[in-house]
């Protein structure tokens, strides 16, 4: 296991700008005194029960991080992160702990479970969050608010997870949600009328002012045409994990899966020292997006199309250790 002192020494800061270099675990930098935070609790763990758990997450991290080394080797680009990049990082001061939240893995639980966690007391039970309420901007304080400095701080002594999820299966629930839903008409607008203007032919006026019966095949047309990421950024529930989180310039302390999203959850609220008054709320959803349904969206796609929308999504699947989907049909 990465000890403390290994973790820090590989840290380096995001923006160019000296930081103060100080103790990470000195008391002072503990928002609660005379207590560990969760970042200590990980890699200095007290429960020798987890030890099995901590080794995972280790395997994850190190997944993530041979990614990183070998994508950096094979190209010659080097981006340095901004603070509009750190958007999706949801900082809790309390618990000193950011959550980079990807839209389509439990996020809006998980957004609820940060609503109790820097709330003060104001709520007890995620459930009783509204979805909407939870999607608010100014219900939760993200990392780009800060100063440089303040940034590069809380990157260094704070907890950073996110969760991940197959990324066809999450780009499916992505389609689902926001395609075929009547509600979504925002959505219809923005994307749906410009997918149909650009890859349905003879299509209807209706068709052309409503956007709102996109195919699954057509949506792939729109993620896979050269001008598409040209005219704008991908939206961000069907933005890459590693382009809204950016792991390869953040070391990320746990990986959390939706395959395993309870158990990888209350093990974050475990580290944090909540797990006695606040869990990670379940419940069966019927209209979930399986392996099985992933793979019934993807028989109408051509095997070129399919490898093209593959090289898109090809970092997620190879950071976070997903197989190549049986069912595709690679060129």
Known sequence: ???????????????PLSVIHRNPFAPDVCCRKGSRNALQELYNPTQLEYSST?????M????VSDTCRAYSASSRKRRVLTPSDLKHLVVDEDHEMIYCYVPKVACTNWKRVMMVLTGRGKYSDPMDIAPSEAHIPSN?????QYSIPEINHRLKSYLKFLFVREPFERLVSAYRNKFTRKYNTSFHKRFGTKIVRRHRKN???EALHSGSDVKFEEFVGYLIHPTTQKEEPFNEHWQTIYSLCHPCHIRYDLVGKYETLEEDSNYILRLAGVIDYLRFPTYA???RTTDEMTAEFF???SSHHQTQLFELYKFDFLMFNYTTPSY???D
């Open 1 to 15: 296991m990465t000890s403390v002192k290994d973790y820090f020494n590989c840290f380096s800061p995001l923006f």
């Open 54 to 58: 901590a080794a995972l997450h280790q």
């Open 60 to 63: 994850r991290r190190d997944q």
């Open 140 to 144: 939760l304080k993200t990392l780009n």
């Open 203 to 205: 299509a209807t006026q």
């Open 285 to 287: 959803k019927s209209t």
């Open 299 to 301: 028989q109408n796609i």
């Open 328 to 330: 595709l049909k690679l």
